[in-house]
């Protein structure tokens, strides 16, 4: 199971840019690579949501996010990013970087999060 850490949150004023990182220090790169992966958020008193995903070659956005987030991926550094801009305070939550192998996807894990904060 990958270990998963996260950072870049923070706080941040309305229309401002953060980029959070996802790393996956213990893992070999191989494993990275036959991960897909995801960032998800979960705000105060609400569901986790997706926010970016990347399978296949396809990267998806959550239709809040369209436009303004950019989610990358850098195989050799065992990374991912998700690049944010424009944030508004609607993007207040905390951020979660997710992996699931593409060939069993009970091996699947979560980082602990980083808080992004948009407030004036």
């Known amino acids: 199971q990958m270990y998963l850490v996260e950072s870049g949150g923070g706080l941040v004023q309305p229309g401002g840019s953060l980029r959070l990182t996802c790393a996956a220090p213990r893992s070999i790169t191989s494993v990275f690579n036959s991960h897909d992966m995801a960032w998800y958020r979960q705000a105060p008193g609400a569901q986790r949501e997706m926010v970016a995903r990347?399978?296949?070659?396809?990267?998806d956005y959550a239709d809040s996010v369209k436009g303004r987030f950019t989610f990358s991926r850098d195989n050799s550094r065992k990374r991912v990013y998700l690049q944010m801009n424009n944030l508004k305070p609607e993007d207040t939550a905390v951020y979660y970087c997710?992996?699931?192998?593409?060939?069993?996807?009970?091996?699947?894990?979560w980082g602990q999060g980083t808080q992004v904060t948009v407030s004036a």
């Open positions: 990347m399978s296949n070659g396809r990267t």
């Open positions: 997710y992996a699931v192998n593409r060939f069993n996807s009970d091996l699947n894990a």
